[in-house]
């Protein structure tokens, strides 16, 4: 009898521990609760905030019942507690996941406004992580997540924000070209949006940053003047049209510099008509520029006659 006593307590024990350390053990040996019940226990957890929780038993109902109208809309409630937790990742993967399951998901547009602050994080500095260990930046994510907007939901308020944050984002990374093309896209499609008249500020800013690399083309000014002269037709009235005078302005005095310093030279060189020709160069081409004036003064130091003058 004591034989069989001790056999029968080791078994007992082992039993006991594999039950503390297996969870799922442990849930199992209790009794299943109907989808119903792990759905209410979700919604619950969900208007409470507690999003641990709200992942527990969204997982325990995925494994249960995956298969079910609960499961598909229970991918919602697991997605926004990611993105509570800080994990958008997570969060986007799982938001994916819900609009791809169902045509007419119930969480159709609150899903892509989620989508869209996801975006906003990684485009204002939110790093991920790789394999757990590095962060990196999220650059290319924000992107991506930006055209699916662009590409599902054309004529919706969200596109037209995501268009501006996508161009704001290329500009920043120096794709210049693709990103004029992106705010010129949005004036298309949303040509009286408050964003279209930001949109042709953008432009402006990207041709000034432009011109202040490549000095010596002139092309940059010229699209701007059209820029401006769009913007002034759409918008006439808008304030917003200063802010590109202002950085046409700046353009200007780039280019006009340029060709200060070349008068400069010619004026140091005892070369005054080379220096007349550049300074007026500039007083005929970029007349509302400080280096104008500085370019009057210094025509009127050369002492040129009327005669020297015309044949400059």
Not at 109 to 121: H, P, Q, S
Not at 128 to 151: C, F, H, M, N, T
Request: aromatic share 14%; charged share 25%.
């Amino acid at each position: 009898m004591k034989k069989m006593y001790y056999l029968f307590f080791p078994i007992c024990l082992l039993s006991s521990l594999h039950a503390r350390e297996n969870p799922r053990f442990e849930q199992h040996q209790r009794e299943i609760l109907s989808v119903q019940e792990c759905y209410g226990l979700v919604l619950e957890s969900y208007q409470n905030k507690n999003w641990n929780k709200v992942i527990e038993q969204a997982f325990i109902l995925l494994e249960e019942y995956p298969t079910t109208a609960f499961a598909q809309d229970v991918l919602f409630y697991l997605a926004v507690s990611y993105f509570e937790l800080e994990e958008y990742e997570k969060a986007n993967e799982f938001f994916s996941s819900y609009l791809k399951k169902q045509m007419t998901p119930k969480f159709f547009e609150e899903a892509f406004m989620y989508k869209f602050k996801i975006a906003e994080k990684y485009r204002t500095g939110t790093k991920k992580a790789i394999l757990g260990l590095k962060w990196v930046p999220a650059r290319q994510e924000a992107l991506d997540i930006y055209e699916e907007l662009i590409s599902t939901l054309p004529n919706h308020e969200l596109t037209a924000q995501s268009l501006f944050a996508k161009a704001e984002l290329l500009a920043r990374g120096k794709d210049y070209k693709e990103s004029i093309e992106t705010y010129q896209s949005l004036i298309q499609q949303f040509p009286k949006h408050f964003l279209a008249i930001r949109s042709y500020v953008e432009i402006g800013r990207v041709y000034l940053i432009q011109s202040q690399k490549e000095y010596a083309n002139q092309d940059f000014l010229e699209l701007a003047t059209i820029n401006l002269h769009r913007i002034s037709a759409s918008f006439p009235s808008d304030e917003a049209i200063h802010e590109v005078e202002d950085m046409l302005l700046s353009m200007q005095e780039v280019y006009a510099k340029d060709l200060y310093e070349i008068a400069l030279f010619y004026h140091r060189k005892n070369q005054p008509n080379a220096a007349y020709l550049y300074y007026k160069r500039i007083l005929t081409a970029y007349p509302a520029t400080l280096i104008a004036k500085k370019a009057e003064k210094k025509m009127a130091d050369l002492h040129l006659s009327a005669e020297e003058e015309r044949h400059a």
